[in-house]
Nanobody, 119 residues
Framework: RLTLVESGGGSVQAGGSMRLSCAVS????????VAWFRQAPGKERERVAS????????YYSDSVKGRFTISRDVALKTVYLQMNDLKPEDTAMYYC????????????WGQGTQVTVSS
């Protein structure tokens, strides 16, 4: 069974940067893909970035393309989300997820970390 633990959230001013981390433990061999999602109050959950574990092909939503970067450190069993040029609309709870059953459906989730961007 996988366990995912996010860290690195907080508050930042618009234009700033932040890096989220997702520490993975458990059955890493079962991972086919990893994703970062976010959900703001009153809005639907959005997959902002993901990659396939095997070929490392990456996906970004249009809303973050060019500003966010998803990466991994296999030795540290950690997945990162580097967020640059943050905007107030990036304010949300961010979740790490692993093992996909469809592009937006994942089996394992972290507890989430809050990101707040002030104007």
């Amino acid at each position: 069974r996988l366990t995912l633990v996010e860290s690195g959230g907080g508050s930042v001013q618009a234009g700033g940067s932040m890096r989220l981390s997702c520490a993975v433990s458990g059955g890493i061999a079962s991972i086919d893909s990893v994703a970062w999602f976010r959900q703001a109050p009153g809005k639907e959950r959005e997959r902002v970035a993901s990659f396939k574990w095997g070929d490392y092909s990456r996906y970004y939503s249009d809303s973050v393309k060019g500003r966010f970067t998803i990466s991994r450190d296999v030795a540290l069993k950690t997945v990162y989300l580097q967020m640059n040029d943050l905007k107030p609309e990036d304010t949300a709870m961010y979740y790490c997820a692993a093992v996909s059953t469809s592009p937006n459906e994942y089996s394992y989730w972290g507890q989430g970390t809050q990101v707040t961007v002030s104007s």
